[in-house]
């Protein structure tokens, strides 16, 4: 197998010389450049495209996600950061992982694995409007429709589940884990046993609760790790 051929995008020289001496450890990895803010990757990527860009988010100039929306040509990304709040956004710019400072090397390992063979193309999603399967339910003699792309979050209270979308909430007699079976595990997010949300309407998050449209959910305690896992890209 050829090697992934890596940019580093840090502007703090320590950060760049740990992610140097991670690559040179890594067999299939070869270090290609290092640049300290966008304009510098920029030029360089115009000249010698790569396969990883190892990708800081607080840099001079030009923030690492704005950067990122510049580029003609996206490689693989893997986020090296110390703010943990961006992470959410990361899933919009289909990013490989999201590695906090300070990185050790196991962490850094697992990362890299995850990249995909030199030469794919990362996935993208289509400028085109996707055609959605929309659920339908019955209540109270109503046949009522509802296009997942509407709703923000799902709540439970007994045996009735509260669609929030937008301005406007609709009641539907049915389980919320027949909600969740019909939804995408990619675009939805089970954080309690009474709440479903949609994970692109997410405005904040801790470690014990999200924030939706300025309302506040609760993350479940028995659902905490594997939410946190998955908000942090890991």
């Known amino acids: 197998m050829n090697p992934y051929s890596c940019l580093i995008l840090e502007d703090e020289p320590i950060a760049a010389e740990i992610l ?3 690559i040179d450890q890594i067999p299939f990895l070869t270090l290609a450049g290092t640049c300290r803010h966008a ?11 790569v396969d990883v ?9 030009m923030k690492g996600f704005d950067f990122l929306k510049t580029l003609p040509r996206t490689p693989q990304v893997i986020v090296t ?21 300070p990185i050790d090397f196991d962490r850094f390992v697992k990362a890299v694995h995850k990249l995909k063979a030199p030469g794919v193309e ?29 709703i ?5 209270q007994r045996d009735y589940c509260f669609f929030h979308l937008g ?26 046993r009474s709440f479903l949300i949609r994970l692109d309407r997410l405005d904040a998050w801790s470690a014990t609760e999200v924030e939706i449209n300025g309302e506040s959910l609760p993350i479940g305690s028995t659902y905490r790790q594997q939410v946190l896992s998955r908000l942090k890209g890991t």
């Open 20 to 22: 140097t001496d991670y």
């Open 39 to 49: 304009m510098e990757a920029s030029g360089f990527l115009r000249k010698q495209p």
């Open 53 to 61: 860009l190892f990708l800081d988010l607080h840099l001079p100039k």
């Open 81 to 101: 950061t110390a703010y943990h709040e961006y992470a959410l956004e990361g899933y919009e710019h289909h990013v490989v992982d999201y590695l906090l400072k």
């Open 122 to 150: 990362p996935a993208r999603t289509s400028r085109q409007p996707a055609v959605e399967e929309p659920l339908s339910f019955t209540y109270q003699k109503r046949n009522i429709r509802l296009r997942p792309s509407e």
């Open 152 to 156: 923000d979050w799902v709540e439970s």
């Open 167 to 192: 301005d406007r909430t609709v009641k539907v007699k049915v389980p919320l884990q027949d909600v969740a079976a019909q939804l995408s595990d990619q675009t939805f997010l089970r954080i309690h």
